[in-house]
């Protein structure tokens, strides 16, 4: 397998904080690699930094074997890095056709591609198309999360950062997001996942990280880490 990122020596601060210390992961071409840890332990942070949204203050981060550490988050898009925020940020007074045309907005593209695309989001998640129309606000929390990940694969990304997809819906929706999550990956994407939900996360993941105060603490494949007594004291509640 091809290494597509790697994060070396990675630490970035808010101010005199240092939310994240050292980090070192990689993702290789066609993983699912899922990034485990407590709310504030730095997961978002990771996926702004290599999003291009923080500026890291040391370390090198690589895409495709070349640094990109200094390049902007629109770049980032259209060299193939996806990004579906936690929270989903959509824009809740247009409708779900004009969010979705967002998500291709810094990759050029003739028609013919882009329609291709949505069509290729439409069958993945045929309630967008029959709400088309409708305001993203006024769609359920399922909903705007599957519009959420529809507006990310509009960009037809290589690696698309999930953060915490799972986050207030109801445990049946939950499962959808996390199929639609892997059925994404063995279309062809490369996933890194971020959840507080280790249980749903490993069980589609390939391997993983944990966590804890801005390092990681915990490396392994999802067998290792199922098993690891500390990752499941702490994440998984066996
Ligand atoms: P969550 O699930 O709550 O998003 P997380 O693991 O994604 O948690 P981060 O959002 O990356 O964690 O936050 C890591 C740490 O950095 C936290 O202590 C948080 O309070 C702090 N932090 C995050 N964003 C900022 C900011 N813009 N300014 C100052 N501190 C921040």
């Not at 990771?46 to 902007?72: A, C, D, H, V």
């Not at 999360?145 to 529809?150: E, P, S």
């Amino acid at each position: 397998m091809r290494k597509l990122l790697t994060l070396t020596d990675v630490s970035v601060r808010y101010g005199f904080y240092e939310a994240l210390t050292d980090i070192s992961m990689n993702v290789e071409s066609g993983e699912l690699v899922v990034l485990l840890g407590a709310n504030g332990a730095g997961k978002s942070t990771i996926f702004r930094t290599i999003s291009g949204l923080n500026k890291p203050l040391k370390g090198r981060i690589e895409w495709q074997g070349k640094s990109i550490g200094g390049s902007s988050a629109s770049k980032l898009v259209a060299d193939g890095i996806g990004h579906c925020p936690e929270g989903r940020k959509l824009f809740p007074n247009m409708n779900v056709y004009e969010n979705l045309r967002m998500g291709a907005y810094a990759v050029r593209r003739n028609k013919k591609a882009l329609s291709e695309t949505l069509e290729q989001v439409y069958t993945l998640f045929p309630i967008l198309e029959e709400k088309k129309g409708t305001a993203a606000g006024s769609l359920s929390g399922g909903q705007q999360q599957m519009l959420a990940i529809g507006r990310a694969m509009m960009s037809r990304p290589q690696l698309l950062l999930f953060d915490e997809p799972s986050i207030g819906l109801a445990p049946l929706i939950v499962e959808q997001v996390f199929d639609v999550i892997k059925e994404i990956n063995r279309n062809g994407t490369t996933v890194l996942l971020a959840e507080q939900n280790a249980n749903a996360a490993l069980k589609i993941a390939d391997r993983g990280y944990v966590i804890e105060d801005g390092k990681i603490v915990v490396e392994g494949e999802r067998e290792e880490l199922f098993a690891n007594d500390e990752v499941r004291k702490a994440y998984i509640g066996a």
